[in-house]
């Protein structure tokens, strides 16, 4: 393969690898490093440590001094969650790509970690470190391990034929450790006869063999060291969470290069949020340590229960895969343990209902869990069959799931708790990403007695998280001591048909018939609103509605024009008839039905569908072509720009570590003729910024600011050095002030209308309150309280339950439920809209409204939040979706016209009506969307 220039080769892997900001500049430190020190068999150590030394030895988030070992090694500690093992990828990646290496070895501390790297370094791995990389597209690494290196693999070759190719050894520490039991040494120190020698002797003869150590602090002691050591490699390349030796007197790590600690990847939405939970209106000093130790273990079940509806109501929501959570309860010993076990499945702790779902994880011999023990953990995120793991001390790494949300610690220190061993075992993010629903980004420690205490030490300065937010349980507090339940919201015509179905059944005891054949119950006893009576109640009949409802209605959205065609009574026979052909799959339960029975019951179901549904038309929209932009000509505002000259030797330290060129005197370095092109070059480095097209405003603001310094320092090689030296700090302020002044072609777009009318899907809440349902015209006494309540009573929404984020939004209730012009409102569901703002994202607006002569989506938001950049962004991508349903589908079939409405809560007043809303409150005029896009060729 031919070598690719480094820059590229980062910039490139950081794109198709999607690295995360820690994991692209750890790689863009490695580029760096690379450079400076060139390694090979040959690297002067001494000479190699002096340069990193330089570079690295003083920055707030490197700590370098030495390598600590007789090669070049460096590490980079980033926090459990952020992702080590795809930045292992990125190495290895890079120095294959560059052509600095084609033979690796990684090492894993344990068995764990071994067969956790052994799977991510496999191409049908969804995890695959290499996804992407086109150079691994067609030639994939070969994989050698403790299980096969015998076989001559990676010796001959990456293939039967020889080919050349990148290699990557896996192997466990224990496999090359030069101590062994009996004193015999490793099998792979063992000659070979297909190699003449050890495997371990060819490795350690490579002239290219770069050393990767995952959890790098476990292999400082003398033993690991020395195996390390006669590897030889010409690069070491250390990851690890917690850079200090083990044992009793650790000692912080000499060669880190770059460290991104948990605090920052909290900050930055990478791992979840710790909290710290205690009981609502308790005092821990009042009870003994056998009923504290009870009270806390009830009260991380009620959190637990919690979690796992709010994970169910999101998972249903946003039809993505469930997460089954787990509590981990963290004792001092083995003894303590096996009680704590037998509480917990005896029938005085919730009337054992955690009966064998309780699992023990310990090794009574050191304390921590053995290989196999830690196996059964990883299974536990993929079974979902276990409540509460109970667990000896601290977990050692190689163990951190997605699905442990609480933790209770007993009998332990506020110290112990706030360790990223105890933390980051349960940090990693259920999606991978950020939810913005709280809990589900949460995990939370349950620790009464400790709770102020952890509290303050998590505010100092060195504290593993700066703030920990505090969760209190119980009446009155955040979380509910009430067991709380998934809530099934079927929109009105599904309910109808469900309630006639279960006559004898308590009011809205019934499932909830979601489209598609399942069935979602609703808890025991729950009562809600009714809905309206069903005309029919025959079982029968009912079958027939159900399948109208839920098979033959979605597929007829697609081929009608309107939801008035619903009433068409051709329509409802072709309705009918489908429906009626679908029973010829039915199992046979029900007695069959004739086609005038069907169409009757057909026409009912159309009837009141067209009633209680707002027609929400699916689109399909996409650009004719590719959008031009550029940049207007605009005076760069630069009264503030200060920056100084810098001495010719400081210069040579930036370039060196940053720019990669040399600059001493006259004779060093690029010397470009225009002082502008300092600026330019730097510009040009934003994805936005196409030289060949706008190298003229380019220039522009370049000469201001070259004019601006010029006023400041008329010495030519003053002015050069207050370019060259501070030219990324400059560039990236004038591309801010750039994209203020963007400018953009009129966007022309296709739109295909894929059906006239949205099936309204069913909802789920999550109740966890002790009334779980009230009428909407009554606020909650403590109105932060109020996501947790269902609220129903309504006569003109399409559901017969509606959740609030806010106040507002409940208050805009009330005014459309008054309002006599309102037809039909609701609040969408995820997933109810297709709606994506400019950065590709969903949105999902607080209202859909239907008024006598309009249709309106409307967002309420604090008057603070109204000119915010977000909100705006979600506001142009619905008034463009509202202007493209009202010019491409409405108007053509004699529909209203469609609107977005963003009101501020100030306006969402007792007296207000949805008329004096929109002649009042934001939204865009159709002759500014007409002028922004056209879709009138469509």
């Known amino acids: 393969m031919q070598p690719v220039d480094p820059k590229r080769a980062v910039t490139q892997i950081s794109q198709r690898l999607s690295l995360r900001k820690p994991q692209a500049e750890a790689l863009r430190r490695l580029d760096d490093i690379v450079e400076l020190i060139a390694p090979s068999k040959d690297t002067d150590v001494a000479a190699a440590r002096a340069a990193v030394r330089q570079a690295y030895g003083k920055l707030s988030d490197a700590t370098f001094d030495d390598f600590e070992r007789d090669f070049p090694s460096i590490c980079f500690a980033l926090a459990t969650g952020v992702g080590k093992t795809r930045l292992m990828g990125a190495f290895i990646s890079y120095l294959y790509m560059i052509g600095k290496s084609r033979n690796f070895f990684v090492l894993a501390p344990n068995l764990t970690i071994y067969e956790k790297l052994l799977a991510d370094f496999q191409p049908t791995s969804p995890k695959y470190v290499f996804r992407g990389i086109e150079a691994f597209a067609h030639n994939a690494p070969l994989i050698v391990n403790a299980e096969n290196y015998e076989e001559g693999r990676g010796v001959r070759g990456t293939d039967l034929f020889g080919r050349e190719g990148a290699i990557i050894n896996i192997f466990n520490i224990s496999k090359i450790n030069s101590e062994v039991r009996g004193g015999n040494s490793p099998r792979i120190k063992r000659l070979q006869e297909y190699i003449g020698d050890s495997y371990f002797a060819y490795l350690s003869g490579l002239d290219d063999l770069v050393l990767l150590m995952d959890e790098a602090h476990r292999y400082r002691g003398s033993a690991g060291a020395k195996a390390i050591a006669e590897l030889k490699p010409i690069l070491g390349l250390e990851v690890t969470a917690t850079p200090k030796t083990v044992g009793s007197k650790s000692q912080d790590f000499r060669n880190v290069v770059y460290r991104y600690d948990l605090p920052d990847a909290m900050e930055d939405g990478y791992v979840k949020e710790p909290a710290v939970g205690t009981r609502a209106n308790f005092n821990p000093k009042s009870v003994d340590e056998e009923t504290l130790q009870r009270i806390k273990l009830e009260d991380g079940v009620n959190y637990h229960e919690h979690v796992r509806v709010k994970l169910e109501t999101y998972a249903r929501q946003q039809d993505v895969k469930v997460v089954r959570p787990f509590m981990l309860v963290v004792t001092q010993d083995t003894t303590h343990a096996r009680q704590v076990r037998e509480f917990i499945e005896s029938d005085g702790f919730f009337d054992g209902r955690y009966k064998g779902r309780v699992a023990e994880i310990h090794s009574k011999l050191t304390g921590e869990e053995s290989d196999e023990n830690a196996q059964r953990l990883l299974n536990i995120e993929k079974a979902g069959d276990t409540d509460i793991v109970i667990h000896v001390n601290k977990l ?4 951190d799931v997605s699905n442990l949300f609480t933790i209770v610690p007993l009998r332990a220190s506020a110290s112990d708790i706030l360790t990223e061993q105890t933390l980051g075992r349960g940090l990693r ?8 629903v709280e809990v589900v980004d949460t995990l939370t420690v349950i620790a009464h007695e400790r709770f102020d205490e952890l ?3 998590a505010k100092e300065e060195n504290g593993v998280t700066r703030k920990l937010k505090g969760v209190t349980i119980g009446d009155g507090g955040d979380v509910p001591s009430s067991k709380p339940v998934v809530v099934p919201a079927p929109s009105v015509i599904e309910q109808m048909i469900a309630q006639a179905a279960m006559p004898d059944a308590l009011p809205t005891s019934f499932p909830a018939y979601v489209p598609g054949g399942t069935q979602v119950a609703p808890p025991q006893g729950f009562a809600a609103p009714p809905a309206p009576a069903f005309k029919y109640s025959k079982p029968e009949e009912l079958n027939i509605a159900k399948t109208v409802l839920a098979v033959v209605l979605p597929q007829i959205g697609k081929e009608v024009s309107s939801i008035k065609d619903l009433q068409n009574p051709k329509v409802i026979e072709r309705i009918a008839s489908a429906a009626v052909a679908a029973q010829k799959f039915d199992d046979g339960l029900f007695p069959t039905v004739t086609l005038e029975q069907a169409t009757a019951v057909a026409e009912e179901v159309c009837k009141q569908f067209v009633q209680r549904t707002i027609a929400i038309p699916t689109l399909t929209i996409t650009p004719k072509q590719q959008v031009s932009f550029g940049f207007k000509p605009f005076e760069l505002d630069v009264k503030s720009w200060n920056y100084q000259p810098l001495s010719k030797e400081l210069m040579i330290q930036i370039l060196r570590t940053e720019a ?10 690029e ?5 502008a092109d300092y600026l330019v070059t730097k510009l040009i480095d934003f994805p936005e910024v196409d030289y060949e097209a706008h190298s003229n405003i380019l220039y522009g603001l370049a000469g201001q600011v070259v004019s601006h310094f010029r006023a400041k320092y008329p010495d030519e090689e003053q002015l050069r050095t207050v370019l060259q030296g501070h030219a990324k700090q400059m560039a990236e302020a004038i591309f801010v002030q750039m994209k203020q002044n963007m400018w953009r072609e009129q966007a022309n777009y296709r739109v295909t209308v894929t059906a006239a009318f949205e099936h309204l899907k069913p909802q789920t809440f999550d109740g966890s309150s002790q009334d779980t349902v009230r009428d909407f015209r009554h606020p909650p006494e403590r109105l932060q309280d109020i996501k947790r309540f269902i609220f129903g009573g309504f006569a003109k929404c399409c559901y017969q339950m509606a959740k609030f984020d806010s106040d507002t939004e409940r208050k805009m209730a009330v005014i459309l439920e008054q309002d006599s012009t309102v037809q039909l409102w609701m609040k969408p569901g995820p997933n109810q809209f297709k709606i994506f703002d400019a950065d590709g994202l969903p949105y999902q607006p607080d209202f859909v409204v239907e008024t006598d002569t309009d249709k309106l989506i409307i967002e309420t938001k604090r008057a603070s939040e ?13 008034s463009l979706w509202a202007f493209i349903a ?6 053509k079939i004699g529909d209203k016209p469609w609107s977005y409405l963003l009101v501020p809560e100030n306006a969402v007043l007792g007296n207000a009506t949805v008329k004096g809303l929109l002649s009042n409150c934001q939204r865009l005029a159709d002759a500014d969307l007409r002028a922004r896009y056209d879709v009138s060729t469509v």
């Open 660 to 669: 990669r060129s040399t600059i001493s005197g006259e004779a060093g370095g």
């Open 671 to 675: 010397r470009p003729e225009r002082l």
């Open 396 to 399: 050692k790494e190689g163990w």
């Open 866 to 878: 109204m000119e915010d950049a977000t909100v705006k962004r979600k506001a142009d991508a619905a």
């Open 455 to 457: 509290i303050s030490k």
């Open 429 to 436: 993010l259920p999606y991978g990403k950020r939810t913005g």
């Open 886 to 891: 009202t010019e491409v589908h409405g108007k």
